[in-house]
């Protein structure tokens, strides 16, 4: 896959979840149904599309042990995210309504260590990676500082929780796509 498609893709496909998840809550709930499902399986391709994206980032970081990581860091995140995404589809497609997702997001959470890694703490990895990856790049000189500037802004505001993806994502589209040119920025990475 070429690597410039999963530095617009990715956030793109943000984009798309941020988009269904706020037509699925119209009703004033979220989820089972199809706006759900397939708004789950968007975010699901972003995310295996932000592994690429990290690989990509560590070559122009110049692959040394900090880049590298960075972006197993990033990878490990995604990962959490993934699995929780998974979780989010299957109780989707297995629930008849919302009380019955209710339960089953209630069991599911219940298994000792599930909230930590999957929904708490795990998750936050992608976006820490992604931070401290795009910090060093622009300290480099690898990537412009507006780049850099642009994904911190979509942390912070990732802060603010789900309803604010549709700025994350707009944010992670003006940092990352399209993939910062390489020629000579794995040099500079590499001698800072």
Do not use: N
Request: charged letters at 15%.
């Amino acid at each position: 896959m070429d690597k410039t498609i999963a530095f617009a893709a990715a956030p793109l496909l943000v984009i798309v979840y941020a988009g269904l998840r706020i037509l699925d809550g119209l009703d004033g709930e979220r989820g089972p149904g199809p706006a759900w499902t397939t708004g789950h399986l968007a975010f699901l391709a972003a995310l295996f599309l932000f592994v690429p994206v990290f690989l990509a980032l560590r070559r122009l970081a110049g692959r040394g042990p900090f880049a590298t990581g960075t972006a197993v860091v990033g990878i490990v995140g995604a990962v959490c995210s993934m699995a929780q995404i998974t979780i989010d589809i299957v109780v989707g497609a297995r629930a008849a309504d919302h009380e019955a997702m209710r339960g089953m997001f209630a069991d599911v959470q219940s298994v000792p260590g599930v909230d930590v890694v999957v929904y708490t703490v795990g998750p936050v990895l992608l976006f820490l990676g992604l931070l401290v990856m795009f910090c060093r790049l622009a300290v480099a000189r690898a990537v412009p500082v507006w780049r850099a500037v642009a994904v911190a802004l979509a942390v912070l505001v990732s802060l603010l929780g789900l309803d604010a993806l549709p700025a994350v994502g707009l944010l992670l589209y003006v940092g990352l796509a399209p993939l910062p040119g390489r020629r000579g920025a794995s040099r500079a990475a590499a001698r800072s």
